[in-house]
């Protein structure tokens, strides 16, 4: 898949403005940041709770990816491992990024009804997300800091992804269902 998108209207780049309105949690068509017209895809909350599982997964694999690195290779030089993690975040960026990208061109489970506008409170699921956004953040950094609750934080995380993964399911058919969108399988 290419990672340059462009503007349906201008053909001016347009990645910038899809990942701002997956990073702000912002359901609605994507307004372009040059021409400030909107495209015809239309984000809905199924397709910013994705972006999350798959970010959180991704974060969850860099805290184990972490904690291992800091467990196994005690030994090593600080900066070398400092240099790992690093290049870990940078990594991590570009991933996250990327799949902002998939989700918009792809509408992975919702190919039917991706331009399609649905009703849906904007303020109150922007709102929802970033607190789950920061229960993720705080389970992850109230056990990561504790190295004998590892095991403990893991599970949890793992069960936080499972909790939003059922949310995507649920909030999938809801979209349908008020589309009226009969089920092709
Ligand atoms: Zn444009």
């Given at each position: 898949m290419k990672l340059q998108l462009k503007c349906?209207?201008?053909?001016?780049n347009f990645n910038k403005s899809v990942a701002a309105a997956f990073e702000e949690y912002k359901v609605g068509y994507v307004v372009c940041n040059e021409c400030k017209k909107k495209n015809s895809r239309y984000i809905s909350e199924s397709d910013l709770l994705?972006?999350?599982v798959c970010s959180a997964t991704l974060y969850?694999?860099?805290v184990v990816a972490i904690y291992l690195l800091l467990n196994l290779l005690g030994s090593v030089n600080v900066f070398i491992i400092y240099g790992i993690i690093a290049f870990l975040f940078v990594g991590m960026f570009f991933l996250s990024k990327y799949i902002c990208y998939?989700?918009?061109v792809m509408a992975p489970f919702k190919k039917e009804w991706k331009d399609k506008q649905l009703d849906e409170d904007a303020a109150g699921?922007?709102?929802r997300m970033r607190w789950q956004f920061i229960m993720f953040l705080l389970v992850a950094l109230m056990f990561g800091s504790q190295p004998n609750l590892i095991i403990y934080c893991f599970v949890l995380l793992?069960?936080?992804i499972a909790v939003?993964?059922?949310k995507v399911n649920?909030?999938?058919?809801?979209?349908?269902?008020q589309l009226n969108i009969k089920s092709t399988k």
């Open positions: 349906e209207k201008c053909k001016q994705m972006y999350f969850t694999l860099a998939y989700i918009y699921i922007a709102k793992v069960a936080f939003v993964g059922i649920l909030c999938l058919r809801n979209e349908k269902a």
